[in-house]
Each structure stands twice: as structure tokens, then as C-alpha cells.
């Protein structure tokens, strides 16, 4: 049956490749209030593709004001279990046109590449779940898979999910499954899968920084009086420690799985520039998926070509923190506060605002499901055992998954490598890579039956 299944996934992947290619046409951009008509646009197209591959319920769905989320259903085969496939169709915000190789919006495949907004991140994940399921229909004396599906494909997730938790309890009944395989995650290289196992939360807030009533001369009170931009660049300072660990008190720390990352591996996949050093202590696993992280996002100032002489009354920053798995995200976010406020220089005022806060997971991966799943990959890439790995990035709804299905085995599985790019210029999808992941999902479905 694993013959049949490998031929028929190279039967269908033709029409998904187009039909990916497809979507990602559609600049389905969550954050931007101006392109929500091609998010809806977008969903309908996904509606579309599910109906067209046999599913007899198709629904666009929101909840609240939320962007549209499609939702098919397949009943399963008596005694069969139910699989719910997830993945998102919005997508980040192209950025500069001129940082791109090509057009962001249009598939351009170059050396083994498909590059595109959402090729990988996580148009990918949708075409993955349409040739799993096109593959079962396409097997001799079969008329689909043999497991119950149920296809939810969401349409805010890049914009962080902020209806999910409404979603899911509106629509509890429709997504009850048990197993879910969430398709937007990475391997370990190109050639050796992964199955992600924990994940890191996410505070992100903002800190202003206030010194003054109103700007005045620089020639005039500078010395004796302080200006809130070099207050607010000591403060950002103090989060880290001389050797760049993060020096908040409070926030925990956890062990990493056990494999080897080097350092001209991680100087490499990151675009490191030559002489700057690496931050932080200890294993670089445990650095990037068991350790908190700190990072400056923005900072709103005055810009170097419309500076006056004059002493800056307030400034503001947009910081992130990564929180270890383990760890409380509103609990990470309370000791954000108390550092900050705590180590504001010159009693310079101080206050913590717009968070965004999502919890970290990890996940039971010593069950039957994942035993099934890991059969799945080391077929789909030719003996190759997958590994189990963190992530150090942040994907919250999946605790929202968790506390709401909380019965259901989480597969977390990956549509893309090290060198994908997603959220940045030039994102690309591996098609041989693809080629595999649409393979071991499809059979993780023949396996899930049994």
C-alpha cells in the first residue's frame, strides 16, 4: 500500500502545485485592513478546493469579527477516527518589493525553489492536506481516506489568532477530533524531517519612557537634565547581562532535545555577518527553543534627518519576549513590568503597555499517534528517521488547541526547512521537500486507521 500511496501522491502533486500556486496569486494579507477583501477572497478560493476534492460540507467561517476561516468535513468510515487538518491561509505583509528576487505574488520556481508570499508559510500547509486527501481518492478501490477529516484552515493566524479562542468554542462541535495535525511548522534540514515537540510563548508590549513635560535645548539643559532617549536605550540595556543572557528575574528556563546545532550551521541559516558573536550561554538548542529570549522590535524617536538640537521628552520601544516552554506567558509579561520599572535610570517615569501574550506548549510525544507519524516520515523520506525538535518561535493557538480538545493527540509537522525565509523577503518552499511531506501525510492518514 505505501507503493500505491507514493504513486498516487505523484499522480496528484501536478494539480496541487497549481492550485498552490494559486493561492499564493491571492496577497491575502491579515494585517493589512486594506487587502481584508482579498482575505475573504482567499478563503473562498480554499472553500473551493475542499469542496472540489470531495468534501460534502464546506463552510467560511468567523467568529466575532474575525477574518474568514474555511472548515470541511468528511464523516468517518464506522469505528474510524477523526483527523483534523489545520493550516492558515492569511499571510505576512510582503515588505519592500525591492528586497525580492521576484514578484511576492507570483510563484516563481528557480533551483528546486517555489518562491512567493505563503508558498511556504502556510499556503504550503493547505496543498499538503489537498494532496494527502486527493492522493486516497486516487488509490485503486478507494474513494477517499479511511479515517474521518476534518480540514480547518484559519484566516488570522499571522496576525496572532486574536478570535481563535471564540472560534473554537462556536464551533467546538464541527472541529472534535482525535488527532490534529497542524501543518506550519519546520523540519530539521532538507533531508531529515522533524516533528516539533515544544514551543515557546510570546510577550510582546511596549515601554515608554517619559523625562519631560516638553522638548527643550539641548545647549541650554543638557548635562544636569535627562532625555528620554538615552533613558530609554540604558533601560533596554539592562535586559540582557554582559554576555547577552536575558537578566529578567523571574522567568524560567528549560532543557532543549538532544541534538547537535553548530555554531557555523546557526551562523549560516541566520545570515550572521562575519565578527559578530553569538549571545548567551549553554547549548545553542537550549538558547534557541528552552530559554527565554529578549529582543527590541522598534523604537519610535525622532529620525536622524529631521533631529534639532533639543532634548527628546519621550520615547517608546516595542519589545519581545520569548518565553520558555514550562513557563506562564502572564506571569513572564508581570516580570517584564518589574524589571522595567525597577531599573528605570534617573527616576525617569516608566509604563508598560499593549500586550500581546501567548503561551508556550509542550507536547506528549510518546503516544500512538506520534508513533504512527514517525512510521509516516521515515517512509516519506526514504529511512530517514525524523527527529523530535523545538522551536524557538511562537505559534499560541496551539494551547488554545490544547485546552480546548483536550483529548486530542497535537501532531505539530513541517512544511518547511531552515532556508524557507517565512515573513521575509524572498520566501521560498522546497518542492522536493514538499514532494515528501505531502507523502507522509498522506500516509500518517493510512496509518491513523489502523
Known amino acids: 500500500m505505501v507503493d500505491d500511496i507514493r504513486d498516487a501522491v505523484r499522480q496528484v502533486l501536478p494539480g496541487v502545485r497549481a492550485d498552490l500556486e494559486a493561492l499564493v496569486r491571492i496577497p491575502s494579507v491579515s494585517a493589512d485592513p486594506g487587502r481584508h477583501g482579498e482575505v475573504r477572497r482567499s478563503a473562498e478560493a480554499t472553500a473551493r ?13 468567523s467568529a466575532g469579527s474575525g477574518q474568514p476561516a474555511v472548515v470541511a468535513r468528511r464523516p468517518a468510515p464506522d469505528g474510524a477516527p477523526t483527523v483534523l487538518l489545520y493550516a492558515h491561509h492569511d499571510v505576512q505583509p510582503e515588505g519592500a518589493h525591492a528586497d525580492w528576487a521576484t514578484d511576492p505574488f507570483e510563484p516563481t520556481e528557480h533551483d528546486g525553489r517555489l518562491y512567493g508570499r505563503g508558498a511556504a508559510d502556510d499556503k504550503a500547509g493547505i496543498a499538503v492536506h489537498l494532496a494527502a486527501i486527493r492522493a486516497h481518492e486516487t488509490v485503486a478501490g478507494r474513494d477517499g481516506p479511511p479515517v474521518g477529516v476534518t480540514v480547518f484552515v484559519e484566516g488570522e493566524e499571522e496576525i496572532g489568532s486574536p478570535s481563535l479562542a471564540e472560534f473554537l468554542e462556536a464551533y467546538r462541535d464541527r472541529l472534535a477530533a482525535d488527532v490534529i495535525v497542524i501543518a506550519d511548522a ?10 516539533t515537540t515544544s514551543l515557546r510563548g510570546l510577550v510582546n508590549c511596549v515601554v515608554e519612557v517619559r523625562a519631560l513635560e516638553h522638548a527643550v535645548h539641548s545647549g541650554m539643559y543638557g548635562g544636569p537634565i535627562p532625555d528620554a532617549l538615552t533613558a530609554l536605550t540604558r533601560l533596554l540595556a539592562t535586559l540582557h547581562d554582559e554576555d547577552g543572557n536575558v537578566a529578567v528575574e523571574g522567568l524560567s528556563s528549560g532543557r532543549a ?31 534557541l527553543w528552552a530559554r527565554p529570549a529578549i529582543a527590541v522590535l522598534a523604537v519610535d524617536a525622532p529620525r536622524v534627518a529631521e533631529a534639532s538640537n533639543t532634548l527628546i521628552p519621550s520615547a517608546r520601544a516595542k519589545i519581545s519576549l520569548r518565553v520558555a516552554p514550562g513557563d506562564d506567558a502572564e506571569a513572564a509579561y508581570a516580570a517584564m513590568i518589574r524589571h522595567l520599572e525597577g531599573h528605570a535610570p534617573w527616576g525617569v517615569q516608566v ?19 506520534y508513533d504512527a507519524a514517525r512510521s509516516a516520515f521515515r517512509e516519506a523520506w526514504d529511512g530517514t528517521d525524523p527527529v523530535d525538535m523545538g522551536t524557538g518561535g511562537s505559534i499560541p493557538f496551539i494551547a488554545a488547541f490544547a485546552e480546548a480538545c483536550p483529548e486530542a493527540a497535537i501532531l505539530i509537522t513541517g512544511v518547511e526547512d531552515p532556508d524557507t525565509r517565512a ?18 501525510e498522506a500516509l500518517l492518514l493510512d496509518k491513523l486507521a489502523e
Open 49 to 61: 478546493l475542499f469542496g472540489e476534492a470531495g468534501f460534502p460540507d464546506v463552510q467560511i467561517l
Open 186 to 195: 519546520v523540519n530539521w534540514q532538507v533531508g531529515t524531517p522533524a516533528l
Open 257 to 287: 532535545a538532544d541534538l547537535e546545532l553548530s555554531e557555523k550551521r546557526l551562523r549560516s541559516e541566520s545570515s550572521m555577518l562575519d565578527g559578530v558573536r553569538l549571545i548567551g550561554s549553554g547549548s545553542l538548542v537550549d538558547r
Open 351 to 369: 509604563r508598560v503597555s499593549d500586550p500581546e501574550i501567548g503561551e508556550p506548549y509542550a507536547v506528549r510525544a510518546d503516544t500512538a499517534p
Open 423 to 440: 515573513h521575509g523577503a524572498n520566501e521560498g518552499l522546497h518542492l522536493a521537500e514538499f514532494e515528501r511531506a505531502c507523502l507522509a
